[in-house]
């Protein structure tokens, strides 16, 4: 499986974005999908992720009421829309996949199997 994350940008605080990670690969509606984020210095952290049906979401503290996933199984596609971004949202952001879910391993990075190569988003007050 291979995953590719796009729709980084630079914005100033209170802006938006929408980053997008398409899948390759016939088995991605079985597959819980996460983003997370690395800033410089800081270790990877959970940022939200979905299930395989779209009905469950699951979002860091904070970012939640900010970011909102989605995913598309007929486009085999992750998306993450981000409101009112402020500096400290500034990371290199990666889509992942987890091809064995397990209950309670949605916000573990060693849980998932596959990783995108990150999309940068830079937030400047």
């Known amino acids: 499986v291979q995953l590719q994350a796009s729709g980084g940008g630079s914005v100033q605080t209170g802006g938006s974005l929408r980053l997008s990670c398409v899948a390759s690969?016939?088995?991605?509606?079985?597959?819980?999908m996460a983003w997370f984020r690395q800033a410089p210095g800081k270790e990877r952290e959970f940022v939200a992720g979905i299930g395989w049906s779209g009905t469950t979401t699951y979002y860091s503290d904070s970012v939640t009421g900010r970011f909102t996933i989605s995913r598309d199984n007929a486009k085999n596609t992750v998306n993450l829309e981000m409101y009112n971004l402020k500096p400290e949202d500034t990371a290199l952001y990666y889509c992942?996949?987890?091809?064995?879910?397990?209950?309670?391993?949605?916000?573990?990075?060693?849980?998932?199997?596959?990783w995108g190569q990150g999309t940068l988003v830079t937030v400047s007050s």
């Open positions: 690969g016939p088995a991605f509606s079985r597959y819980v």
């Open positions: 992942a996949a987890d091809a064995d879910p397990k209950i309670g391993t949605f916000r573990a990075t060693w849980a998932y199997d596959y």
